[in-house]
T-cell receptor
Framework: LAKTTQPISMDSYEGQEVNITCSHN???????ITWYQQFPSQGPRFIIQ???TKVTNEVASLFIPADRKSSTLSLPRVSLSDTAVYYC?????????FGAGTRLTVKP | GAGVSQSPSNKVTEKGKDVELRCDPI?????LYWYRQSLGQGLEFLIY????????KSGLPSDRFSAERTGGSVSTLTIQRTQQEDSAVYLC???????????????FGDGTRLSIL
């Protein structure tokens, strides 16, 4: 199972772009990179998933370099409601495991 | 449409009692997962079902923990002779099965908060 490393916490201000980087040096050829968001007292919610290059949806962008040993979740113009824990997972289906995540705090 | 439903939302019980936690997955989702989350911590994988079988039980912490799934739908997680260290939020997720090397997002319920006195 691929291990991931991401910052424990990050602070930002409303309206800023936030980039959270995840390291996964032992990613396997068939592994996907998936990000989830978790608010207090709720289960995690899927944000975005990618395999290589760049993926964008209505919520976020995911940048994956050619070697795939890291990935960056980009949240444009964050608001107070984006305060949450963000998890980076690497693997395929049930082989993925949640780490400790990055606690993002957005300040006014 | 309906999401993943877990019951009860909260459970308080005395040490040594048995508890059953229930998960109703999204209709059509054949994959089902149980996780445990202690206060301020990440999610700890417990068990994975594909249909009614559990090909990966590697996360169950002891033989006091068991889970079953019937009809490819509802799942129950049972903890026997509860201990105080079992106190946590127990989360259930479901998904469509991955096809070959594809990957399907997991959809989570809001969990059962279990407190052992």
């Amino acid at each position: 199972l691929a291990k991931t490393t991401q910052p424990i916490s990050m602070d930002s201000y409303e309206g800023q772009e936030v980039n959270i980087t995840c390291s996964h040096n032992n990613i396997a050829t068939n592994d996907y990179i998936t990000w989830y968001q978790q608010f207090p007292s709720q289960g995690p919610r899927f944000i975005i998933q990618g395999y290589k290059t760049k993926v964008t949806n209505e919520v976020a962008s995911l940048f994956i370099p050619a070697d795939r040993k890291s990935s960056t979740l980009s949240l444009p113009r964050v608001s107070l409601s984006d305060t949450a824990v963000y998890y980076c997972l690497v693997g395929v289906s049930h082989d993925m495991r949640f780490g400790a995540g990055t606690r993002l705090t957005v300040k006014p | 449409g309906a999401g993943v439903s877990q019951s009860p939302s909260n459970k308080v019980t005395e040490k040594g009692k048995d508890v059953e936690l229930r998960c109703d997955p999204i209709s059509g989702h054949t994959a089902l997962y149980w996780y445990r989350q202690s206060l301020g911590q990440g999610l700890e994988f417990l068990i994975y079902f594909q249909g009614n079988s559990a090909p990966d039980k590697s996360g169950l912490p002891s033989d006091r923990f068991s889970a079953e799934r019937t009809g490819g739908s509802v799942s129950t997680l049972t903890i026997q002779r509860t201990q105080q260290e079992d106190s946590a939020v127990y989360l259930c997720a479901s998904s469509f099965p991955g096809q070959g090397y594809s990957n399907q997002p997991q959809h989570f319920g809001d969990g059962t908060r279990l407190s052992i006195l």
